[in-house]
């Protein structure tokens, strides 16, 4: 059971380079988000989706689009990558429902921008 | 603000000892808490949760509190392992339909000395 899943682990990118990091789930969640997570910090949510085709805003949405075309899947796409954007990126899952359940995590993609 | 973040508060113990960890939550709405622990290099790991309806929950080794009047979280560890060692958030939630949004503390650095 590989829970969720984050490719790459790493990555540097120049600024201007546009890039997507991948994020999959074996678990049949139906909800998944994207975090950042920046040096001293705790998580800030990006984006979030309650199912296939279905996505939706968080607290730092701008400069990052989001799909979710399968259950499983959830790619978060840099559109223009800054130097601010240097942060660590965390995918999470979670059961659906209007009770809350815990969010699962993956390991997190380490990405620099030059 | 930015100073604030980089200076995680810290907890230093000895094992065996029992650690308390301390949140202060932001929303009063919140009905959903979650702690997670994250050690070097890897995902946020859920630790253990409770709803609002709850002021006390224990799991393996570990109890979380909730006093809603001072919107206070804790959490106990007892006999406390060098395994134990990582950096712990709170993260909290509010409403029907919050589909898996968190958001997190600061997050405490928990030191186990043997």
């Known amino acids: 059971n590989a829970g969720v899943t984050q490719t790459p682990k790493f990555l540097v990118l120049k600024t201007g380079q546009s890039m997507t990091l991948q994020c999959a789930q074996d678990?049949?969640?139906?909800?998944m988000s994207w975090y950042r997570q920046d040096p001293g910090m705790g998580l800030r949510l990006i984006h979030y989706s309650v199912g296939a085709g279905i996505t939706d805003q968080g607290e730092v949405p701008n400069g990052y689009n989001v799909s979710r075309s399968t259950t499983e899947d959830f790619p978060l796409r840099l559109l223009s990558a800054a130097p601010s954007q240097t942060s660590v990126y965390f995918c999470?899952?979670?059961?659906?429902?209007?009770?809350?359940?815990?969010?699962?995590f993956g390991d997190g993609t380490r990405l620099s921008i030059l | 603000g930015e100073s604030v973040g980089l200076h995680l508060p810290t907890l230093s113990v000895q094992e065996g000892d029992n650690s308390i960890i301390n949140c202060a939550y932001s929303?009063?709405?919140?009905?959903?808490f979650i702690w997670y622990k994250q050690e070097s290099g890897k995902g946020p790991q859920f630790i253990i949760d409770i709803r609002s309806n709850m002021d006390k929950r224990q799991g393996q080794r570990v109890t979380v509190l909730l006093n809603k009047t001072v919107k206070h979280l804790s959490l106990q560890i007892a006999a406390t392992q060098p395994g134990d060692s990582a950096v712990y958030f709170c993260?909290?939630?509010w409403g029907l339909g919050s589909y898996g949004k968190l958001t997190f503390g600061q997050g405490t650095i928990l030191t186990v000395h043997p």
């Open positions: 993260a909290e939630s």
């Open positions: 999470a899952s979670s059961y659906g429902g209007l009770t809350n359940q815990p969010q699962h």
């Open positions: 929303n009063s709405a919140s009905d959903y």
């Open positions: 678990m049949n969640h139906e909800y």
